[in-house]
């Protein structure tokens, strides 16, 4: 168990302030409006991204060297908001200087990384955690009230997909180096999602990759990973930037239904009422990312429950590296966190 955080506040930091996405300045924004956090400080190694910290957040103080504002005894937690491949790094600096963590999804870009960061972390009583705020997205939260329910049966068969026919931008996000390949960026939010609709052990992960249109990038142009659950249930992942015809985000097959997604913010539900088949229009629930620092408060001042255990977000990375391996070695591979 994490030691807890005394006082009333969790005096807190961020480290990464960089432009894509504006994260940075989401996590700083998320600690800033929640009165059980106290934000002391932003990091960035560019002085022009820490100036903006500043515009932002007047009262932080402002740092390029992450060594320098880790000798704060002030800051008891920080959130990493750096590209993938320093993720591990990053956290590892932070917990040996004694500060529970927080970092970007994916947590890592290999199971190895993983391993080390949750053993620092339960060496030194700390809490670490993955952001996976998109499982408070309103969607993802409608399909677990209506699988939860009963509604569609035993879910058997999810697919999911993300993406179109659109050509990848220039940032670190497209060096397959630094993010790590197409279903560590957006996938890692997709594999997440399925992991947390099949509670079963993983039998196996396949991948399969093209690179065929944008070759100004190193990532690939589409990536897909298909696993299999002791269960018996299948998921097929996948993430493209050369799906010039797309489809839903959502195909469930349960044994008594189905969803997928419907018009304006609905789920289209199929199930069976007294063995006729039946439609129902599901809306989504709300989106409500800003739980995820209220839950991070619940655990520090409070020892509640994490939302998001690393040990899971764990089980994410060894999917998408085994997918990684799976391609190389043209065959479906176990993983090493089932």
Same mark, same amino acid.
């Given at each position: 168990?994490?030691?807890?955080?005394?006082?009333? +506040?969790?005096?807190?930091?961020?480290?990464?302030?960089?432009?894509?996405?504006?994260? #940075?300045?989401?996590?700083?924004?998320?600690?800033?409006?929640?009165?059980?956090?106290?934000?002391?400080?932003?990091?960035?190694?560019?002085?022009?991204?820490?100036?903006?910290?500043?515009?932002?957040?007047?009262?932080?103080?402002?740092? +390029? $060297?992450?060594?320098?504002?880790?000798?704060?005894? %002030?800051?008891?937690?920080? $959130?990493? !908001? !750096?590209?993938?491949? *320093?993720?591990?790094?990053? /956290?590892?600096?932070?917990?040996?200087?004694?500060?529970?963590?927080?970092?970007?999804?994916?947590?890592?870009? +290999?199971?190895?990384?993983?391993?080390?960061?949750?053993?620092?972390?339960?060496?030194?009583?700390?809490?670490?955690?993955?952001?996976?705020?998109?499982?408070?997205? =309103?969607?993802?939260?409608?399909?677990?009230?209506?699988?939860?329910?009963?509604?569609? =049966?035993?879910?058997?068969?999810?697919?999911?997909?993300?993406? =179109?026919?659109?050509?990848?931008?220039? $940032?670190?996000? $497209?060096?397959?180096?630094?993010?790590?390949?197409?279903?560590?960026?957006?996938?890692?939010?997709?594999?997440?999602?399925?992991?947390?609709?099949?509670?079963?052990?993983? *039998?196996?992960?396949?991948?399969?990759? &093209?690179?065929?249109?944008?070759?100004?990038?190193?990532?690939?142009?589409?990536?897909?990973?298909? /696993?299999?659950? @002791?269960?018996? @249930?299948?998921?097929?992942?996948?993430?493209?930037?050369? @799906?010039?015809?797309?489809?839903?985000?959502?195909?469930?097959?349960?044994?008594?239904? =189905?969803?997928? %997604? #419907?018009?304006?913010?609905?789920?289209?539900?199929?199930?069976?009422?007294?063995?006729?088949? @039946?439609?129902?229009?599901?809306? &989504?629930?709300? +989106?409500?990312?800003?739980?995820?620092?209220?839950?991070?408060?619940?655990?520090?001042?409070?020892?509640?429950?994490?939302?998001?255990?690393?040990?899971?977000?764990?089980?994410?990375?060894?999917?998408?590296?085994?997918?990684?391996?799976?391609?190389?070695?043209?065959?479906?591979?176990? /993983?090493?966190?089932?």
């Amino acid at each position: 168990m994490a030691r807890r955080v005394t006082g009333k +506040t969790i005096r807190s930091a961020v480290v990464g302030y960089g432009p894509a996405c504006n994260m #940075g300045k989401l996590h700083a924004t998320y600690m800033n409006n929640n009165p059980e956090f106290d934000l002391k400080a932003v990091c960035d190694i560019n002085p022009a991204r820490a100036e903006e910290a500043k515009k932002d957040f007047p009262h932080v103080d402002t740092y +390029t $060297s992450l060594a320098r504002m880790l000798q704060r005894d %002030d800051i008891g937690l920080v $959130s990493v !908001v !750096v590209p993938h491949n *320093v993720h591990s790094r990053v /956290v590892l600096q932070c917990l040996r200087a004694g500060k529970h963590a927080i970092v970007e999804k994916p947590m890592c870009l +290999t199971v190895r990384e993983g391993q080390q960061m949750i053993a620092e972390a339960k060496k030194r009583r700390l809490m670490f955690t993955c952001f996976q705020n998109r499982r408070l997205d =309103g969607d993802f939260l409608a399909i677990r009230e209506v699988i939860e329910s009963g509604l569609i =049966g035993e879910v058997f068969h999810v697919e999911t997909f993300g993406g =179109g026919y659109h050509k990848p931008g220039t $940032s670190w996000r $497209s060096d397959k180096k630094i993010v790590g390949g197409p279903l560590y960026d957006w996938g890692a939010h997709f594999v997440d999602w399925v992991l947390n609709l099949i509670p079963s052990k993983i *039998v196996d992960v396949t991948g399969l990759f &093209h690179k065929l249109v944008w070759h100004e990038v190193t990532n690939e142009d589409q990536g897909r990973a298909i /696993v299999r659950f @002791a269960s018996g @249930a299948v998921a097929d992942i996948q993430l493209s930037s050369i @799906a010039m015809v797309g489809k839903a985000r959502w195909r469930i097959l349960g044994t008594q239904g =189905g969803i997928t %997604d #419907g018009p304006n913010n609905t789920l289209k539900v199929m199930t069976l009422v007294q063995g006729r088949h @039946a439609e129902i229009t599901v809306p &989504h629930k709300p +989106t409500k990312w800003e739980e995820y620092y209220a839950n991070i408060a619940d655990h520090l001042l409070r020892g509640k429950p994490l939302l998001v255990r690393p040990e899971e977000s764990l089980r994410a990375i060894a999917v998408i590296e085994g997918a990684e391996r799976s391609a190389k070695a043209g065959k479906p591979l176990r /993983v090493p966190c089932p």
